[in-house]
């Protein structure tokens, strides 16, 4: 059974998916793509999340309900988890999807140690997994949090967020289960250098959940470009929005030039 899939559409133009991360909907994005209306935004929330129905199983579960319902020749921006689906979503189905962007996004979010690569300690999820089992509401709040730790604008940050993502309904205690095992098991580390479309990475300096470092490690082609934020931690988009849009609108009208 196919899962209702929610999205807000605006603007007209090349199309652009919009995915957020996890306990958070798709209106974290309508500040920023006000800002775009040349582009006809659709800006999703996941499976479980907003005003989206559930849908069981694993993220290629997800990225198949995604890319059978939003257009084709589109622009795939991913904010964190939204990253990792965008990103399973250009290893899968490359000839359906004109370009990738990642937000503050990795492909592999929990921290190894063999070889050695940055990211979430597994104690951190461990413990929101067992919060949300006792207060979800709490739980998503304190994440909510989480994302602008660490920014210049960090308590200004955090009202936004809440104040855009509250406007809808808390997401759903499978979903949030489920995205929170995405983020702990999925690796899509071995199959990246076989990505080849245009691929935009956006990283705040001051993320405490996905380090810059990061951007070191992942596989450098022409078709690729990194953008550091400074002063920005895990939302740029939200606190600071004019840098963030400056860079998009460069590499999108470059990117539609060559095409």
């Not at 209106?27 to 559930?54: E, M, N």
Request: hydrophobic share 40%; with cysteine; net charge neutral.
């Amino acid at each position: 059974m196919t899962s209702s899939l929610f999205y807000h559409v605006s603007g007209d133009g090349q199309p652009l998916v919009w995915l957020h991360g996890w306990g958070v909907n798709g209106s974290i994005f309508l500040p920023t793509v006000t800002q775009l209306s040349q582009y006809r935004s659709y800006c999703v929330d996941l499976p479980g999340f907003g005003d989206s129905q559930p849908q069981p199983g694993t993220i290629d579960d997800w990225a198949e309900l995604l890319i059978a319902q939003l257009p084709a020749n589109a622009i795939w921006l991913g904010w964190s988890l939204g990253g990792l689906v965008a990103t399973r979503i250009a290893q899968r189905w490359p000839q359906k999807i004109r370009g990738l962007i990642t937000i503050a996004s990795s492909p592999c979010f929990m921290a190894q140690t063999t070889p050695p690569w940055p990211g979430i300690a597994a104690t951190v999820l461990q413990q929101f997994t067992q919060q949300l089992e006792q207060d979800l509401q709490r739980t998503v709040e304190r994440f909510m949090a989480l994302q602008a730790m660490g920014s210049n604008s960090a308590r200004d940050d955090i009202r936004h967020i809440k104040e855009l993502v509250l406007s809808k309904p808390l997401p759903n205690a499978t979903a949030l289960a489920q995205g929170l095992e995405m983020l702990q098991q999925t690796d899509l580390r071995q199959e990246l250098p076989h990505i080849a479309l245009p691929w935009l990475r956006f990283w705040g300096k001051l993320d405490g959940l996905v380090p810059r470092r990061v951007s070191t490690l992942l596989p450098q082609t022409p078709q690729s470009q990194d953008i550091i934020l400074p002063g920005a931690s895990h939302a740029p988009f939200i606190s600071h929005p004019e840098d963030f849009l400056h860079h998009l609108r460069d590499w999108l009208q470059t990117t539609n030039k060559g095409v």
